[in-house]
Every structure is written in C-alpha cells, then in structure tokens.
C-alpha cells in the first residue's frame, strides 16, 4: 500500500459570512483505516466533509485525497471518492435498484455495467427482496444501506460517511457497523464522522476530535483516554454529607483541583489508579466526616476525552454547522 495518505488537509480554513467553521484544520488519513471526525454539533465536521470532498471550496489552506488537490484537481478527487451524508440522497418514488441503476449510468457506467453493480450491492447490503420496491416504504436503517450502497457505485478507494448511524436503532446501527469493517478490510479508507462516542472507540483506528473549527485531540481511541490519565473515580455521596468537605478530603487523589462548589451529589473525577484506590479515599472520607452512598473506580472513555476538551457531553446540543451550500466549480 502507498505511502501517500489517503486525506491530507493542511489549515483548511472556511468562513460563512462573519462566522469561521473552520479554522486551521489540519488532518492525515492513511490508506486502509477508519478515520473518525468527532465533535459537537457546530464543530467544522460537516463543512470539512464537504471541502474534501469538493463541494465547497475553502478560503484558505489545502487539501488532497490521494495526492490530487481538491481545489485544483476536483474531477481527479471525484473519480475516487464516494460520500454519504447525513440524509439519504434517494429518490423516493423509484425503486432501490432503480436508484442504484441510474446513479451507476450518471457515473458513466453502462446499461449493463450498472445493473450489475446494482444487483452485486443490493446483496451486499442485504436489499435484494426489498429490490423492487419503492424506497418510500424501507425503513430508516434500509434507506441508510441504500444510500451507503450509492455511494460505492464507483468502486471509490476514499469514502466519507457524515453521522451515517444517525436515528437509527441500535440493531441497524450494528448492521451499518458491520458493513464498515468490511469495506475496511477490503482496503477503503474510511473518513467517519460522528456524534457517537462508542461509534468513533468501535470503527476508529485514530480519532481527531474537533471543536471550533480546528483539531484540538489526535490520536488513537486508547492513546485520547490515556491522556486524562486512565482512571476514573465516581463518588456518590450521601444527602447529608458536605460538598465542601468532600471537594477537602479528596485532593490528594484527584489529578484535578476539586472545589466544593464543583461538588454535587455525584462526583466523576479523574485519578491515577493504584491498588486499594477506593479503600484509601472511603478511609480519608470517613476521617472527614463525610458519608459515601457508593464509590466505583472506572477506565476513561471516550465521553470522558469529549467532555474534557470540549466543555460539555456529546448528547449536549450546539449550533449546527451552517447549511450552506457551495458547489465548486
């Protein structure tokens, strides 16, 4: 496989109007690996996407898949790109091989070349009794296949997937998972992005976590939650223990400062973990004064990098990138 990175985006900048969705963003994709873009709403994903894939032109920076300038070579780009947003891109009123069938023939495969295609896709994705139906009828997960299966018309080596599992139940979730790791190991490069912290830890070779428009996290899954230190030490304390106190007796085994106003019923903090951890801290509580209803000692996880980095929890909702649409020439 070529050393050539499959994504490389060097201070991509995009501003719409006085506000900035992308600032500085820098990434590196290599060939054959899931790549997961995490972030809240509003953090650049969406309209990075975009870029990379040539629908939008940046203001600044550059960008290339597979070696080929996205803004000075763009048919080259397209040639070896599939991308599937956030909502299926279907037509409702035909059915899902007439779907498949026409967007074959719009990417200048033949009659017979594109129903070919489409009948080897709709056995990949499961869709071959439901081949002949309208898409208005399937389900959310169905259209979601579909649409993913559009995508692949082309054979692309580079794919991005924008919040592809997004509204869908957990066992259609697990079939689109399913169908990633597939194409994965046939040698794609995947672009994922998502608000799914388990998504990103399950599919990701390496993570970039985005805020503002920028990279502010990279690395792998077990390299971001080894970077708040491991560990984690939940605390519950009883209705008439004081925060204050509490916030006292626990500084010397927190890697964080802890004040009482900080403090609530529950606390979640990050530890270096050593053996009898949780002995020692009920023993330094009690010493206080202060009464534990429960107290557990957990691995970080993904939710924990999230919440550290960007100031709040992945199901907290924030502005949604802009939804502009610019279509580069």
């Not at 496989?1 to 719409?16: C, F, H, Q, R, W």
């Not at 023993?283 to 009464?291: F, I, M, S, T, Y």
């Not at 970080?300 to 502005?319: I, Q, R």
Request: hydrophobic share 40%; glycine share 10%.
């Amino acid at each position: 496989m070529s050393d050539t990175p499959a994504v490389e985006a060097e201070g991509l900048i995009k501003n719409y109007g006085k506000t900035r969705a992308l600032n500085g963003l820098d990434l590196s994709v290599a060939q054959g690996t899931v790549y997961g873009l995490l972030g809240p709403n509003g953090a650049g994903k969406t309209t990075a996407v975009r870029v990379l894939a040539t629908l939008l032109r940046a203001d600044g920076g550059r960008a290339r898949v597979l070696g080929h300038d996205v803004a000075a070579q763009p048919a080259a780009v397209r040639r070896t790109i599939g991308l599937t947003g956030q909502y299926a891109a279907l037509d409702e009123y035909l059915t899902g091989r007439s779907n498949l069938i026409m967007i074959g023939q719009l990417s200048r495969l033949t009659g017979k070349a594109a129903r070919r295609r489409a009948d080897e896709l709709l056995e990949q994705f499961d869709l071959t009794e439901a081949a002949s139906r309208a898409v208005k009828t399937y389900s959310g997960g169905m259209r979601r296949r579909l649409d993913l299966a559009a995508s692949l018309i082309g054979h692309p080596a580079v794919l991005f997937l924008d919040e592809p599992t997004t509204g869908l139940d957990p066992s259609a979730r697990a079939l689109m998972w399913d169908i990633v790791r597939k194409l994965v190991a046939d040698g794609t490069t995947l672009l994922l992005t998502t608000q799914y912290l388990d998504e990103a830890d399950q599919l990701a070779s390496r993570i970039a976590v985005v805020n503002g428009g920028k990279v502010i996290a990279e690395g792998t899954p077990s390299d971001l939650k080894a970077s708040l230190g491991g560990q984690r030490l939940l605390i519950t304390l009883a209705e008439e223990s004081d925060a204050a106190t509490a916030a006292e007796a626990l500084r010397p085994f927190t890697t964080r400062r802890v004040r009482g106003s900080d403090c609530g019923q529950v606390l979640d903090l990050p530890v270096t973990a050593v053996d009898g951890l949780a002995t020692e801290v009920v023993r330094a509580l009690d010493a206080a004064g202060v009464k534990v209803s429960d107290i557990a000692v957990r691995s970080a996880s993904l939710d924990d990098v999230f919440l550290t980095l960007t100031g709040h929890k992945a199901e907290e909702e924030a502005p949604k990138d802009t939804d502009k649409k610019e279509v580069a020439a």
